[in-house]
């Protein structure tokens, strides 16, 4: 690989480069054979679960390198500073330190290529001007989790740095109150339970994640069955879909929508996990709910005010079109 700029595209980038020899750190080593890349920026692609070796997901910059092929997907990289615009928000809570949103689906968190303006980011800034956090860097002041674009619910973005420092140590430590609610194919069986396993780039698909046997990153989520829906009429068959509750233990990358798919209840909408169709009449039911998106909303966010110390604790009803979908569904 050269020493020249990487190319800013749509998608992902993939870097390949062989290591002939390990012994030394694994940052360290990766730099020799990715010399486009900076060790700082190594290992912030390791803790996103970006690197892999031979197929397998490393994420110990500090480990010693081994042998191997190994593969980058690089994120698209958006260069220019975004822009305050004025979209209304729906503000949950706000002081000098931090404020509390609910997301609606189809925005993005923070500007990507597809998705250069209308972000979060670019309504905090508005909303918010110079006291929004910088600590997230130029194309993400003020984020320190995330939602994907098309899930909607609660999010918290920092306006000082001393809550971006505390907010991102409460994530880092897990230390953090997360429930979702999402509407499933099918439902897991059985009816409550937790998810633990290892979540990590698909060996198939580069662009999706996946559970894992080996390498990735843990992941744990602890789920309920609230209702289910189109009950079959014969004892013991499996009811057409489910409303599920899901507590994150952990805040891995579509860590809801790969567990769920992995015990054959996908999120209803969901285009790259949701393998399989749905029952005809639940397909009917998302056409009529206008529901063009995974069936996800982050109900529930509840933490320790990283400045004041008070107690947190914010929740929200899923957006019109989940809530059409589930009222369509309670009639199969």
Do not use: W
């Not at 928000?89 to 290529?113: N, R, S, W, Y």
């Not at 997230?136 to 899930?151: Q, S």
Request: aromatic share 4%; charged share 20%; proline share 7%.
């Amino acid at each position: 690989m050269s020493d020249e700029p990487l190319i800013e595209d749509d998608e992902p980038t993939v870097l390949e480069a062989r290591l002939e020899a390990g012994g030394t750190r694994l940052d360290k080593a990766l730099t020799g054979i990715f010399p486009a890349l900076s060790r700082a920026r190594l290992q912030a692609l390791l803790a996103e679960d970006a690197v892999s070796r031979d197929g397998q997901t490393v994420s110990s910059g500090s480990a010693k390198a081994q042998a191997g092929l190994y593969t980058i997907i690089l994120p698209p990289v958006i260069s220019a500073t975004p822009a305050p615009e004025a979209i209304p928000l729906t503000v949950l809570f706000e002081d000098a330190d931090l404020i509390v949103v609910d997301k609606p689906a189809g925005m993005a968190a923070h500007p990507a290529p597809g998705s250069e303006t209308g972000t979060l980011v670019n309504a905090l800034l508005a909303h918010c001007g110079a006291s929004l956090s910088g600590i997230g860097g130029v194309a993400r002041p003020g984020i320190v989790h995330r939602l994907d674009k098309d899930t909607s619910g609660v999010m918290v973005a920092a306006k000082s740095d001393r809550a971006h420092a505390g907010l991102s140590a409460l994530f880092a430590a897990h230390d953090i109150e997360r429930t979702y609610i999402a509407l499933t194919r099918g439902a897991p069986s059985p009816s409550k339970g937790r998810i633990e396993t290892l979540i990590g780039r698909s060996s198939s698909d580069r662009k999706k994640m996946a559970v894992l046997r080996s390498g990735g990153r843990n992941a744990v989520t602890d789920y309920v069955v609230q209702r289910v829906f189109g009950l079959p009429a014969k004892a013991g068959g499996a009811p057409m879909a489910a409303r599920v509750a899901c507590t994150l233990h952990t805040g891995r990358t579509h860590q809801i929508r790969v567990h769920l798919a992995s015990k054959g209840a996908p999120i209803l909408g969901d285009q790259v996990y949701g393998s399989g169709s749905p029952a005809t009449a639940v397909r009917a039911a998302i056409v009529e709910a206008g529901l063009a998106r995974q069936a996800l909303h982050a109900a529930v966010l509840g933490f320790v005010h990283p400045v004041t110390g008070e107690p947190l604790r914010f929740e929200t009803a899923p957006p019109p079109d989940m809530g059409e979908l589930e009222r369509l569904l309670e009639a199969l």
